[in-house]
């Protein structure tokens, strides 16, 4: 049986499509993920996950942990996040997992390493989610969210403009007076900062 290029075209842009339509979050995805961060990390933290409820006394939902016991996060924020790519979700919940885990253990680290120890938390469940899950790698759709949030963009952004696109102008430096790919030490906190705040989802 011989297929025209043209239906065939079709049928896998039709496929594209639907892999590439979000989850809609509910409460119960939610919850489903907090019970896969559990089984690999219970053993460090074990917090309850609020949704939709401001258990941290925040005034926008959003991702946020508050203590070694809370978890807050809000449904519409995690949809946005799924735009980044299918189980964006659980990695932002995993790195909040990981801040109840330094709560837990009074890891209290000097920004920017209290969120990138969060971020490896979140990396660690993402290649178990993969390795023991089965779920399909999702940690560059994750990290993509991570800048995104960290940079205070919200829609999700082509990965390829963003790789064209400076950072941070480096002031006071005319162009061409120093080597594009070397960024002074002085001035490597600055054009990092935007990057390392102190918290990635809140």
């Given at each position: 049986?011989?297929i025209?290029?043209s239906s065939?075209?079709?049928?896998?842009?039709t496929?594209?499509?639907?892999?590439?339509?979000?989850?809609t979050?509910?409460?119960a995805?939610?919850?489903k993920g907090?019970?896969?961060?559990?089984?690999?990390?219970g053993?460090y933290?074990?917090?309850?996950?609020?949704?939709n409820?401001?258990?941290?006394?925040e005034?926008q939902?959003?991702a946020?942990?508050c203590?070694?016991?809370?978890?807050s996060?809000?449904?519409?924020?995690?949809q946005?996040?799924?735009g980044y790519?299918?189980?964006?979700?659980?990695?932002v919940?995993?790195h909040e997992?990981?801040h109840t885990?330094?709560?837990?253990?009074?890891i209290?680290k000097?920004p920017?390493m209290?969120?990138l120890?969060?971020?490896c938390?979140?990396?660690t469940?993402?290649?178990y989610a993969?390795?023991k899950?089965k779920?399909?790698?999702?940690?560059?759709g994750?990290?993509?969210?991570?800048r995104?949030?960290?940079?205070?963009?919200?829609?999700?952004?082509n990965?390829m403009?963003?790789?064209r696109r400076?950072?941070?102008p480096?002031?006071?430096?005319?162009?061409?007076?120093f080597?594009?790919?070397?960024?002074?030490?002085?001035t490597?906190a600055?054009?990092e900062s935007?990057?390392?705040?102190d918290?990635?989802?809140t």
């Open positions: 049986m011989l025209k290029p065939f075209l079709l049928a896998l842009a496929l594209c499509a639907l892999s590439a339509q979000a989850v979050v509910t409460t995805y939610v919850q907090a019970t896969e961060i559990r089984g690999q990390m053993n933290a074990r917090p309850t996950v609020y949704v409820q401001y258990a941290c006394g005034r939902l959003r946020m942990a203590g070694p016991n809370t978890i996060v809000g449904t519409a924020f995690l946005q996040q799924e790519g299918d189980y964006v979700t659980k990695f919940l995993a997992w990981g885990i330094q709560y837990t253990r009074g209290n000097r920017p209290q969120e120890q969060a971020d938390t979140a990396g469940f993402a290649k993969e390795t899950l779920y399909r790698p999702f940690i560059e994750a990290v993509l969210s991570a995104n949030a960290a940079d205070n963009s919200t829609p999700p952004e990965p403009i963003r790789a400076p950072r941070n480096i002031a006071n430096n005319p162009p061409n007076s080597d594009k790919n070397v960024i002074p030490v002085s490597m600055s054009t935007s990057f390392l705040r918290d990635h989802y």
